[in-house]
Every structure is written in C-alpha cells, then in structure tokens.
C-alpha cells in the first residue's frame, strides 16, 4: 500500500469518527425562521423586528463552513422600517461572509415578508404558498358621531397645526388624507425599487405586480417573483446531498423562557402585558385575514 493510499485511508477512519459538525465533507446550511407580523407586539408577544432576530442572523452567518444560509419565511408583512432593516442586515451579512441567500416561504411571504425573501439570492415558495402584496396599506376609524351620540365633547389640545392629523374622533380631513397618501406613495415606491433592485430581469413585465396584488407560488413564479417551487428539505437536499445538515438557529431565551423582542419590563405590570397583548393579536390577525389565513 503506497503512502497516498495510507493517508486517504486514514483521512476516511477519522471522518468515520469524528462529530459531524467537525466533518468537512458533509455541508451545512444554517436555518433561520422568520415568523410572524412584522414589528406588531405586544408586552408579552415579541413581533417580528429587527432587534429581535439580528443576533440569529450573525449566529448563522458565522456557522463554520457554511454553504449558504437558509430563511424559512411565513409573514403577512407589517412595518415597513422594520421590514427594511432586516433585509438590509441580511444583505450586509451575505455580502461580509460572501455566502448565498436561500429564502423558503411557506404559507405567505406578502408585503414586508416579501421584502425580506428579496434579501436572498434565491426564492423558493410551496405552490400554495401567498406571495406578492408588494404595496403600503394603513387603516384607522372614525368614532367622532359616536361620540356626539352618546353625549361625550373631545377635548384635544396641540401645539402646530397638524399634530392631531387623522385622529380618529374628529371629522376626517382631506388636506390630512393627502399628507398620508403622499408618504404612502413615498414608501411604495422605495418597495418598488428594491424590488426591481434584487429580482433585476426576472421579473416579467405586468402592470400587476406592484398594485398590492397577490398570488399563488405557481403563478408568482411565472411573474418572476421566486426563483423556484419546493421545500426546504428537498431542494438542500438535491443541491448539497442527502448528508445535508440544516441547523436551526435560534434566539437565546430570557430567565423566563421568553425569546427576546418586544418583551417589556415586568414594571410594566401584567394587566398592561395582558391587555397589549389582546391588541397585538388582534392587529396580527387582521394582517393573517388578508391572505385567507
């Protein structure tokens, strides 16, 4: 036996041995799972935000010999800022550790869930999966006949002219609807832009795509809005191999189990905690609502 063969032979026993985590022959691709509402929380219901997953992103971004990094995403969307930041961590990640972007949506990646699988270089969606919303929405209500029905005077004091805009218990004003419509359009059209940015010449022409709309994976995929129909398991699989490992990477618990994220202080009492709760569930099942979830 020749010395060449000796130390293959020798290399082969001590993979044998060796924990998979410390075997080079067998790929990694850390797993993020970004789920949820963007920015809506509650007290005691973290939502999806920059504070909270920016620590899991350089956690699997630093994972040791990683192939790519892997997002499981399942949003309705939320706050556009917050939508934004992540994305532009997870880009400037990419692009530091020079690894690629997979993005995997499972049931809806619409509005800011959308923004953030653009981050990646590739996206791939189940065939039911939502995908699209690429617009600004934003809602209140008007109560003030309510007021004047049951006898109740509003007393509102402000200093500058439009710091009451849109309140909700006073007569609407078109001056104040413009102002939100012109900041609407503002954002939308950076939406836009990022999305023309990071699809580029996938995107097939359709007076559609940035009106709100939405769609299924099968269709987004012929508008060029995802790379790719699948799952995770499947596709790591066919690219890396079966030996695939997949770690998910997870935040670091509070004393109290909690993930991080919106998590007020216990000062803050629980009625408070219960209460904000309530208004956070209800606002994130609102934005689930659109989609038919």
């Known amino acids: 036996m020749t010395e060449t063969s000796l130390t293959d032979q020798a290399i082969k026993t001590l993979r044998g041995v060796l924990p998979r985590r410390f075997r080079s022959d067998i790929a990694r691709v850390p797993v993020v799972k970004l789920s949820g509402a963007i920015g809506i929380s509650g007290p005691l219901r973290p939502g999806l935000s920059i504070s909270g997953v920016a620590k899991v992103l350089d956690r699997a971004f630093s994972v040791k010999g990683a192939k790519a990094v892997a997002l499981v995403i399942n949003s309705p969307g939320g706050s556009a800022t917050q939508s934004h930041l992540i994305f532009t961590r997870i880009r400037a990640l990419a692009e530091e550790k020079q690894l690629k972007v997979i ?8 509005s800011g869930g959308y923004m953030i699988a653009c ?28 007021l004047e029905k049951i006898g109740v005077e509003r007393r509102l004091y402000t200093s500058g002219e439009n710091k009451a805009m849109l309140d909700p218990f006073l007569p609407e004003k078109p001056d104040d609807v413009r102002r939100l419509k012109a900041i609407q359009q503002e954002i939308h059209d950076g939406f836009i832009g990022l999305v023309k940015d990071s699809r580029g010449a996938r995107l097939a022409p359709s007076e559609d795509l940035f009106t709100g709309e939405y769609w299924t994976g099968r269709t987004a995929l012929g508008l060029g809005l995802i790379d790719g129909l699948g ?31 919106g998590v007020s202080s216990a000062l ?14 209800l606002d994130e099942r609102a934005l689930w609502a659109r989609y038919g979830l």
Do not use: W
Not at 103 to 110: G, I, K, L, Q, R
Not at 233 to 260: C, H, Q
């Open 119 to 146: 981050a990646a270089d590739e996206i791939i969606a189940d065939p039911n999966s939502i995908v699209g919303s690429i617009g600004v929405v934003g809602g209140s209500f008007g109560a003030y006949k309510l």
């Open 268 to 281: 803050d009492g629980i009625g408070a905690g219960v209460a904000g709760d309530i208004v956070a569930t």
């Open 231 to 261: 799952d995770i398991r499947s596709t790591l699989r066919e690219r890396f191999g079966d030996k695939v490992e997949m770690p998910l990477i997870t935040p670091p618990r509070s004393l109290l189990g909690r993930a991080p994220g």
């Open 103 to 110: 993005a995997f949506v499972e049931d809806v990646a619409a």
